[in-house]
């Protein structure tokens, strides 16, 4: 059996970088250190850092699924699962990340077409993939890097989904 | 809790692991059900993997890895292809909540390996027919 760790919303990401007392306080085991001590430290910048390349990457991703959706509307029930994920990933980082470092992506360039539409797609994910990878491993908050890991996780299987389509769905 | 505790207690759950898997494809006929068979005998080979490479890691944080039990307890019956299915799939699911919690209590190489270990689990939940989630191994995130 896995320990408990009854994160919630209440204590999500953005509450634990913006109050790191409360960190200490909430019930998840914070990642080890050498000394195994539970630092009640604000969190290192790099973390603050790291969860806006986070939100970037995910505002982006969920830009382009959303413009692929536009593009080709048939695609909606597909990519609305990918959308959704990503709102709900946001919803929990986005607290962490002051309103002006949020960024505004252009507005991506899908073709009009399902294939090309679903191969912008895949690309998307797999850089979104990649970012929050980077962010999980680097991240000095255990309780930030096993979120992070989730939000991997939950973006592999979206993108595994999305490959797993037959071949002939593909074309337009 | 050390990340030589995680790294025991993930070692302790893929042991488990294991003999469930064993278990799931003793009784999945090849003949009947092969691509099930294909799926189980994978995720098998992965988890033996898992258990090497822990194993070794555990050797290097100084411990002494944790022997598997004589058997098990499996919940449920476990006879015909969609029990046998749903089972691996929740062996999945487990098996990524623990990942996350090796990832949470590491860092370096150690949280590397147990951030991919948990995104192979959680896909592999997709050939066992589970949908896409939204906080794979945190589900107290999801909204109630």
Do not use: K
Request: net charge negative; hydrophobic share 45%; aromatic share 2%.
């Amino acid at each position: 059996m896995v320990p408990g760790r009854s994160l919630t919303r209440r204590t999500t990401v953005g509450t634990a970088l913006v109050a790191p007392l409360l960190v200490a306080a909430c019930d998840i085991d914070p990642p080890s250190r050498d000394n195994g001590s539970v630092d009640a430290a604000p969190p290192p910048p790099e973390d603050s850092e790291l969860v806006t390349a986070v939100v970037a990457a995910l505002v982006r991703a969920l830009s382009v699924v959303e413009a692929a959706t536009l593009s080709v509307p048939d695609l909606t029930p597909l990519l609305e699962p990918v959308a959704t994920a990503h709102a709900s990933h946001l919803e929990v980082l986005e607290g962490a990340v002051a309103d002006a470092d949020v960024p505004t992506p252009p507005p991506p360039r899908i073709p009009p077409d399902r294939a090309g539409a679903l191969t912008a797609v895949r690309r998307s994910e797999q850089r979104l993939l990649r970012e929050v990878r980077r962010g999980c491993a680097g991240a000095a908050s255990g309780d930030l890097a096993r979120v992070l890991a989730s939000m991997a996780a939950s973006t592999a299987q979206h993108a595994a989904a999305l490959g797993d389509l037959p071949a002939g769905q593909e074309e337009s | 809790m050390t990340v030589l505790d995680a790294l025991q207690a993930t070692l302790a759950d893929e042991h488990a692991a294991l003999y469930t898997y064993g278990v799931l494809g003793a009784r999945t006929s090849q003949a009947t059900s092969p691509a099930l068979f294909d799926t189980l005998t994978s995720g098998y080979r992965r988890h033996r993997a898992r258990r090497d490479q822990l194993q070794l890691m555990v050797r290097d944080a100084g411990g002494v890895p944790v022997a598997a039990e004589v058997a098990y307890d499996l919940d449920g019956s476990l006879l015909r292809p969609p029990q046998l299915e749903r089972a691996g799939a929740d062996l999945e699911a487990a098996s990524t909540e623990r990942l996350l919690a090796l990832v949470a209590q590491s860092t370096g190489s150690v949280r590397e390996w147990a951030l991919t270990e948990a995104t192979w689990s959680a896909v592999w939940r997709l050939q066992l027919g589970e949908a896409a989630e939204t906080w794979p191994g945190a589900p107290e995130l999801d909204r109630v």
